[in-house]
């Protein structure tokens, strides 16, 4: 995964969830991402465009496994997949969130 097609996917989700670019952009400047039903959308597109999760909210272990090594070393990935791998929400927004809570919590230990 090349850092031009994440930032390509991203730009769609943009525009399917209808999230305020400046707003996207300061969550992640800031490594801080508050609780809100775009944010946690747009995650949802984001994992599934990129294969980490599907329809019905299942996680592609070797896909978030992939995701993860950009941006962890090869232990981390297998303890994100092992502490990530099963994580549920309300619906799939929900749980794209937490997956996405989840895998930060990882890399910053």
Same mark, same amino acid.
């Given at each position: 995964?090349?850092?031009?097609?994440?930032?390509?996917?991203?730009?769609?989700?943009?525009?399917?969830?209808?999230?305020?670019?400046?707003?996207?952009?300061?969550?992640?400047? $800031?490594?801080?991402?508050? /609780? %809100? =039903?775009? @944010? *946690?959308?747009?995650?949802?597109?984001?994992?599934?465009?990129?294969?980490?999760?599907? $329809?019905?909210?299942?996680? /592609? %272990? =070797?896909? @978030? *496994?992939?995701?993860?090594?950009?941006?962890?070393?090869?232990?981390?990935?297998?303890?994100?997949?092992?502490?990530?791998?099963?994580?549920?929400?309300?619906?799939?927004?929900?749980?794209?969130?937490?997956?996405?809570?989840?895998?930060?919590?990882?890399?910053?230990?």
């Amino acid at each position: 995964m090349k850092g031009r097609t994440f930032s390509i996917l991203g730009i769609e989700c943009e525009a399917e969830i209808g999230i305020d670019t400046d707003f996207l952009n300061k969550a992640f400047k $800031e490594n801080h991402y508050p /609780n %809100d =039903d775009k @944010l *946690k959308c747009y995650f949802k597109c984001l994992n599934i465009k990129l294969g980490v999760m599907n $329809e019905k909210g299942d996680v /592609n %272990d =070797d896909r @978030l *496994k992939y995701v993860a090594s950009h941006f962890s070393d090869a232990s981390t990935e297998e303890e994100i997949v092992v502490e990530c791998g099963n994580i549920e929400g309300a619906d799939l927004c929900e749980t794209a969130f937490k997956l996405m809570a989840c895998v930060k919590n990882a890399t910053l230990d």
